[in-house]
């Protein structure tokens, strides 16, 4: 993921910045607890398309990606 599209980047739903998982190939919103998928290289930002994450994932996910920057 370009660090640089990453930083204009936002949630639709909640306009909070997002954070990238590698793993899973999405970009969560702790904000609104949505998870977007990358396919293909393309983030798709629309809700329809957009999971919402568990409680637990919500927390470890951002606490995770968070300490890394």
Not at 20 to 38: N, Q, T, V
Not at 52 to 67: G, N, P, R, S, V
Request: glycine share 2%.
């Amino acid at each position: 993921m370009d660090k640089t599209l990453l930083t204009i980047l936002v949630c639709p739903l909640s306009k909070a910045p997002l954070v990238f998982d590698s793993e899973k190939m999405e970009l969560l919103c702790s904000a609104s607890g949505l998870a977007y998928p990358i396919r293909d290289g393309v983030p798709i930002m629309l809700e329809s398309e957009a999971r919402f994450m568990t409680a637990d994932e919500k927390l470890a996910k951002i606490e995770y990606h968070q300490d890394q920057y």
